[in-house]
């Protein structure tokens, strides 16, 4: 059930530990699908357009949790008609998304794959300019995702963006109705609205920004279509 005044403490399925491979593949078929015509990418992109960026320069963009890959494709693809260079990597605890993530983004060069937590990429000597989380801060407790926040200040050369779900009445039953109709997959229609029931409303943030050291003035919490929050940390340069 959806309640207004505080995020639901339940977990998705699709974080156990263990999901059939093929039942895990669809999931991350139709997160594409969703994303595409709903306008979650579209998301992601605006947070890209917020920063000023060099043609000729080479940046290294990091995403965490990047399931399928799907967010990668879409920023090659962006950076490829504005004449930018991206080296982009996507990082992600399951090897099965890691390895259909591969699948998908065969022709993309600038693309690659760590399978590992994000943490421990400066272990990996992964330096980066810009982290994006999409959809992957919900998955999160509040503390853990000021943790990941003072991670992103304290690695990121650039900043982060953040693009994750509102927490909404209409977005809650919208996709509720959406996925029991069109969806093939058990994982989608469970977690869907589960999802939006661990999204956040502009309070959430505004208290989990309170927790980090960083000046308010470089991080800007933006609403967007369709009940998206769109999170943008800009590091001192």
Not at 6 to 14: I, P
Not at 87 to 105: H, N, S
Request: charged content about 20%; some cysteine.
């Amino acid at each position: 059930m959806l309640n207004s005044k505080s995020r639901s403490e339940t977990k998705e399925l699709l974080d156990n530990d263990f999901i059939p491979k093929l039942d895990l593949y669809q999931n991350l078929k139709e997160l594409n699908f969703i994303n595409t015509w709903l306008g979650g990418h579209n998301v992601t992109l605006k947070g890209f357009n917020q920063f000023n960026f060099e043609k000729g320069k080479t940046y290294t963009i990091i995403d965490i949790g990047c399931g399928g890959g799907d967010n990668l494709i879409i920023l090659a693809k962006w950076a490829r008609k504005n004449g930018l260079t991206f080296k982009l990597i996507g990082v992600d605890l399951k090897e099965d998304c890691i390895t259909y993530a591969i699948q998908q983004c065969e022709y993309y060069k600038e693309i690659s794959f760590v399978n590992s937590d994000y943490r421990d990429l400066p272990n990996l000597n992964i330096e980066f300019d810009i982290a994006l989380a999409c959809l992957f801060t919900h998955h999160l407790n509040s503390i853990e995702i000021s943790n990941l926040l003072k991670w992103c200040n304290a690695n990121a050369k650039l900043g982060f963006i953040i693009n994750d779900l509102h927490r909404h009445f209409l977005a809650y039953h919208s996709i509720a109705w959406l996925t029991a109709i069109f969806s093939k997959s058990y994982l989608v229609k469970n977690d869907a609205k589960l999802s939006v029931a661990r999204g956040f409303v502009k309070a959430d943030w505004e208290q989990i920004l309170l927790q980090i050291n960083t000046s308010k003035q470089n991080v800007n919490v933006k609403w967007a279509w369709a009940f998206r929050w769109l999170v943008i940390g800009k590091c001192d340069l």
